[in-house]
């Protein structure tokens, strides 16, 4: 019997479909976004009402673009932007890999923030009900990635029963962080979310949810790093941290604000102003 497991050559292309090969990463970031479109609609239509079902439509189209364009930007601006200066064009190859969840999610705010501008929405209670389902495609994320042998973790004792030895990483045994990841950032953070979202009294207070889901990212992803191990290109910060976890600093800040505002703030049992008219009615 092997003293720990080995990584299974997965083949990180799902199917082929003629000249078109669609790969397992790009289907989980299809699938996130179609089954956290679906929760949305529901979400909003809780009381009190954040939005309609065809607005939560005509904004997946934004949260598309926020992922892909801040995920990439994100990526190439935090961590390779010398790569990236001297070869311009390695931007667009966003086939060969390269996405930021920090990226991404700045992406997402700022689509939020134009969207419910635009539709006069209520920021806070509209991204209230957009980030509950964020958690899920994070999990989807961290699956491709194990499906991919990428972002393997640190090494660890034979002695532990789920170590795994990823090939291209040598044949230390390793940290499944991929999996770890799945499992904190994208499980259990979901349900923490689904959960406190069937209260209505949270629900009452914008801000709440979204600054929930930032705290309890943080927290999820500086975890996970202690066994993932640094991009090869940045390695260890000072003090031992990643730059993974130094990113998370500034989210956990915002998060706790976000609540902490949120919970002296008075309910708002109202956030859309036409269903104020037919209270009022």
Same mark, same amino acid.
């Not at 042998?149 to 045994?173: D, K, N, T, V």
């Not at 705290?215 to 390695?235: L, N």
């Given at each position: 019997?092997?003293?720990?497991?080995?990584?299974?050559?997965?083949?990180?292309?799902?199917?082929?479909?003629?000249?078109?090969?669609?790969?397992?990463?790009?289907? *989980?970031?299809? +699938?996130?976004?179609?089954?956290?479109? #679906?929760?949305?609609? #529901?979400?909003?239509? !809780?009381?009190?009402?954040?939005? /309609?079902?065809?607005?939560?439509?005509?904004?997946?189209?934004?949260?598309?673009?926020?992922?892909?364009?801040?995920?990439?930007?994100?990526?190439? !601006?935090?961590?390779?932007?010398?790569?990236? %200066?001297?070869?311009?064009? *390695? +931007?667009?190859?966003v086939w060969h890999g390269g996405m930021s969840f920090h990226g991404g999610a700045l992406g997402v705010?700022?689509?939020?923030?134009?969207? &419910? =501008?635009?539709?006069?929405l209520s920021f806070l209670g509209f991204s209230d009900r957009v980030t509950v389902v964020v958690p899920m495609g994070l999990g989807l994320g961290r699956l491709?990635?194990?499906?991919?042998?990428?972002?393997?973790?640190?090494?660890?004792?034979?002695?532990?029963? =789920?170590?795994?030895?990823?090939?291209?990483?040598?044949?230390?045994?390793?940290?499944?962080?991929?999996?770890?990841?799945?499992?904190?950032?994208?499980?259990?953070?979901?349900?923490?979310? =689904?959960?406190? &979202? #069937?209260?209505?009294?949270?629900?009452?207070?914008?801000?709440?949810?979204?600054? %929930?889901?930032?705290?309890?990212?943080?927290?999820?992803?500086?975890?996970?790093?202690?066994?993932?191990?640094?991009?090869?290109?940045?390695?260890?910060?000072?003090?031992?941290? /990643?730059?993974?976890?130094?990113?998370?600093?500034?989210?956990?800040?915002?998060?706790?604000?976000?609540?902490?505002?949120?919970?002296?703030?008075?309910?708002?049992?109202?956030?859309? *102003?036409?269903? +104020?008219?037919?209270?009022?009615?």
């Open positions: 019997m092997l003293p720990v497991l080995i990584f299974p050559q997965f083949d990180p292309v799902m199917v082929h479909v003629g000249p078109l090969a669609i790969r397992w990463y790009a289907m *989980a970031y299809i +699938a996130a976004l179609l089954i956290g479109w #679906r929760l949305v609609r #529901r979400l909003v239509a !809780l009381a009190p009402r954040a939005a /309609t079902a065809l607005q939560v439509d005509d904004f997946l189209t934004w949260a598309t673009l926020g992922v892909v364009l801040g995920g990439r930007l994100g990526y190439i !601006l935090f961590y390779q932007p010398g790569v990236y %200066l001297a070869h311009p064009l *390695a +931007a667009l190859q705010v700022i689509a939020l923030a134009l969207f &419910s =501008w635009r539709n006069r491709a990635n194990f499906i991919n042998g990428e972002l393997w973790g640190r090494p660890a004792p034979a002695s532990l029963p =789920w170590a795994m030895i990823f090939p291209q990483a040598g044949p230390e045994p390793r940290h499944p962080s991929e999996l770890y990841e799945a499992l904190l950032e994208g499980a259990v953070l979901f349900a923490v979310m =689904w959960l406190v &979202s #069937r209260r209505a009294a949270i629900r009452e207070r914008p801000g709440f949810l979204s600054g %929930l889901f930032l705290f309890g990212y943080a927290v999820a992803r500086s975890i996970c790093e202690f066994f993932r191990e640094p991009d090869a290109f940045i390695g260890f910060l000072p003090f031992g941290t /990643t730059m993974g976890q130094v990113l998370c600093v500034p989210m956990a800040i915002a998060g706790a604000g976000l609540m902490a505002q949120a919970m002296m703030r008075p309910p708002r049992p109202v956030l859309m *102003a036409a269903d +104020a008219g037919a209270d009022a009615a």
